[in-house]
């Protein structure tokens, strides 16, 4: 769940990425309300339309074959949509997928400590994909073997994982990076694999995906064969210790052989039934009202 396996496919392809800051259009935290001890999650706010984006990245969003999705939006779009929907012209054209295909449930909540990942989880840091968000309620989950994959923006032979995580709207630059970046991902199959201990309180990350593409042998039909090494890429995620049912991660992060450090947190924000957690309203901190999906 970070950028640092972005980065490193990004070096290896000589990219100079080099990504800002979020920008100025997310509000100020929401604070939760009280009522006699209690907390109570405060609704979001309306969205405001002098926040959307202009037609010029509109037009931009939909020549690179993404959507703009409401951020307020996400249960219905991410969690409720048990398919992906009508593809795009480069799921069509590169992945051949022709119509909407049905999402595979991960079945990720019958396992007590992993409840939370089947809802929607924020990044909350200040990180490069801060704000991001993403769920694991979809995908290809083994509980005997406690391992989890995702192909994060859908690839040839994970159509059904378009639309699972989103990437920021603002600043223009950065969104259109992340244009060419998502795209990218699609092409090389781009794949987490969450490695989860006995006691699923931690997960070792393993990014996998076709380097061919250093070689511009951009062919979307060839699988993930390739594993980043730890020792160019190291991540993990630890269960926060007020956090038994998956709903707080820390996250580690290490690169070029250096001991992982903490890198964020991963929050979530609206459970798998679609109903806002406690931790809600930071996503007013960190989350554009719109952001950018593959579809």
């Not at 010029?56 to 690179?64: A, G, H, N, P, Y």
């Not at 992993?114 to 924020?122: E, F, K, M, Q, V």
Request: net charge negative.
């Amino acid at each position: 769940f970070s950028a640092s396996s972005w980065h490193t496919f990004a070096l290896l392809l000589l990219l100079p990425v080099a990504i800002g800051s979020m920008g100025n259009s997310c509000r100020p935290v929401q604070a939760p309300l009280e009522l006699e001890g209690k907390s109570l999650v405060a609704e979001l706010p309306p969205d405001n339309p002098e926040e959307d984006v202009g037609s010029l990245q509109t037009c931009l969003t939909s020549c690179c074959c993404l959507k703009i999705q409401r951020r307020n939006d996400a249960p219905k779009w991410m969690l409720e949509a048990d398919s992906t929907g009508p593809p795009s012209l480069f799921m069509r054209l590169c992945d051949c997928q022709c119509a909407s295909e049905a999402r595979q449930p991960s079945n990720v909540d019958a396992v007590p400590q992993l409840r939370g990942l089947s809802g929607i989880t924020l990044q909350y840091g200040d990180h490069t994909t801060s704000g991001s968000l993403e769920t694991l309620k979809w995908g290809s989950f083994d509980k005997e073997k406690r391992v989890l994959e995702l192909t994060v923006f859908g690839g040839f032979y994970e159509h059904n994982t378009t639309g699972l995580w989103t990437e920021p709207t603002v600043p223009c630059y950065r969104s259109a990076l992340w244009c060419f970046l998502m795209n990218l991902g699609r092409v090389a199959n781009y794949t987490y694999r969450f490695e989860f201990s006995e006691d699923f309180r931690r997960a070792d990350i393993r990014i996998k995906g076709n380097i061919a593409v250093l070689c511009c042998c951009c062919c979307p039909f060839i699988p993930a064969w390739f594993t980043i090494p730890e020792c160019c890429n190291k991540q993990y995620m630890e269960q926060a210790e007020d956090s038994s049912d998956g709903s707080h991660w820390k996250r580690y992060c290490g690169v070029c052989s250096q001991s992982p450090k903490f890198y964020y947190d991963l929050l979530t924000v609206w459970d798998g039934d679609g109903k806002p957690t406690k931790d809600n309203p930071k996503i007013l901190e960190k989350t554009p009202q719109q952001v950018m999906v593959t579809y």
